[in-house]
């Protein structure tokens, strides 16, 4: 069975901090998918990244990058100069490869709140 | 823009009524995806469907939820009695399954329920 791991509940820093978000995942399958999505105080769910199991490469977006990290299963999340709007909870998800485009499981989300 | 739509927004309703949610998938999108997010629970997977079959409907409590596609333009979350532990949003999502297709769900805005 997959599942993910957001251990960081809640994490507060000081605005242009840098911080962190960290994910760790478990599935048996070779092929997968990571996700990470935004969910701000308005309540909806916005699509940040997705990453294959197969590109184990870096991104950069912005003041976002991600760490993707096969070895240690993990698919952590780096925001850069944090800002007040960056004040959201995120989640990790995974989704395994069967047919394409299959469901996603969650993380429990942290929670990250940037003081000005 | 492409986005998925949610109606209601909220819905206030007394224990026993029956709730109906609608989505409207992103054009084109042949996976829909239902999901129910509580602060207990998290995010969870209820059922999803491809090309309007149902695919995986074990997440959903069968007494009471029932889940249909009318057309590809249309997804249906019903729950018959509702109940109180039923307070929650929940999402709908699509995307598309094909080869080579960009495998990203998106989220709609959610369905924010509170049974009395």
């Known amino acids: 069975a997959q599942k993910v791991t957001q251990a960081q509940t809640e994490i507060s820093v000081v605005e242009k901090e840098d911080v962190t978000l960290d994910c760790v995942y478990e599935t048996r399958d070779t092929t997968y998918y990571l996700f990470w999505y935004k969910q701000p105080p308005s309540g909806e769910l916005v699509f940040l990244i997705r990453r294959n199991s197969f590109d184990e490469q870096n991104e950069i977006s912005g003041r976002y990058s991600w760490n993707f990290q096969k070895s240690t299963s993990s698919f952590n999340f780096t925001i850069t100069a944090s800002q007040v709007v960056d004040s959201a909870v995120y989640f990790c998800a995974l989704s395994e490869e069967n047919f394409g485009n299959e469901k996603l499981t969650f993380g429990t989300g942290t929670r990250l709140t940037i003081i000005p | 823009d492409a986005r998925v739509t949610q109606t209601p927004r909220h819905k206030v309703t007394e224990m026993g009524q029956e709730v109906t949610m609608r989505c409207q998938p992103i054009?084109?999108?042949?996976?829909v995806f239902w999901y129910r997010q509580t602060m207990m629970q998290g995010l969870e997977l209820l059922a999803y469907f491809r090309n309007r079959a149902p695919l995986d409907d074990s997440g959903m409590p069968k007494d009471r939820f029932s889940a249909e596609m009318p057309d590809a333009t249309l997804a249906t979350l019903k729950i018959q009695p509702s109940e109180p532990r039923d307070s929650a949003v929940y999402f709908c999502?699509?995307?598309?399954?094909?080869?080579?297709?960009?495998?990203?769900?998106?989220f709609g805005p959610g369905t924010r329920l509170l049974v009395l």
């Open positions: 054009l084109g999108h042949n996976t």
């Open positions: 999502a699509s995307g598309l399954s094909r080869t080579g297709a960009d495998e990203t769900q998106y």
